[in-house]
């Protein structure tokens, strides 16, 4: 039913896949203090092989952007190949897991990632300072750190930003 909902409406399903494993899901729970309590259950989205992963990128090349997040298995990979393909690659790093060690993050050029991801990956809880303790790792990086109700930042090499968020009523 859902393939044939894609096809109708246009959509290329080329590389959707029938498998007999469940459907990969999330349940986000909010805590008291407003923040993310979430639970993964990775299902299909763990079967990628290299495979198919070279099978999905063979249409791409330079100039392309991969955006990719961390649900799926083979993360490196996945950076690997795009980077080699001459690809920009953005990755959300959620959810951080032990896989994202396994990154070459020199490949990455758009790190898209909130305030909890980023603290895990640069060490530096304090959200003015995180951007920067990034970028001192990965200089090439582009960093968008997403704040929720306070905002987002951005930073590269060159210059930061920062935009409130917008009060509106959900």
Not at 19 to 38: A, L, M, Y
Request: glycine letters at 8%; hydrophobic letters at 45%; a negative charge.
């Amino acid at each position: 039913v859902l393939l044939d909902a894609c096809r109708e409406s246009g959509v290329d399903t080329r590389f959707i896949r029938m498998v007999e494993e469940k459907s990969g899901h999330t349940i986000i729970q909010v805590d008291r203090s407003g923040q993310n309590c979430i639970l993964l259950y990775g299902g299909a989205n763990q079967l990628v092989d290299e495979a198919y992963i070279r099978r999905a990128l063979a249409g791409f090349g330079p100039g392309d952007l991969l955006l990719l997040q961390n649900e799926m298995n083979l993360p490196e990979r996945m950076i690997d190949l795009a980077w080699e393909m001459g690809l920009t690659v953005a990755l959300n790093p959620s959810p951080c897991s032990a896989a994202l060690a396994k990154c070459d993050f020199r490949k990455v050029e758009w790190l898209i990632l909130n305030e909890l991801e980023g603290a895990a990956l640069s060490g530096e809880p304090d959200v003015k300072k995180l951007p920067k303790a990034i970028l001192q790792r990965f200089p090439h990086m582009k960093v968008v750190l997403t704040l929720g109700a306070n905002g987002a930042r951005y930073a590269d090499s060159e210059r930061q930003f920062f935009q409130p968020a917008f009060s509106v009523k959900a």
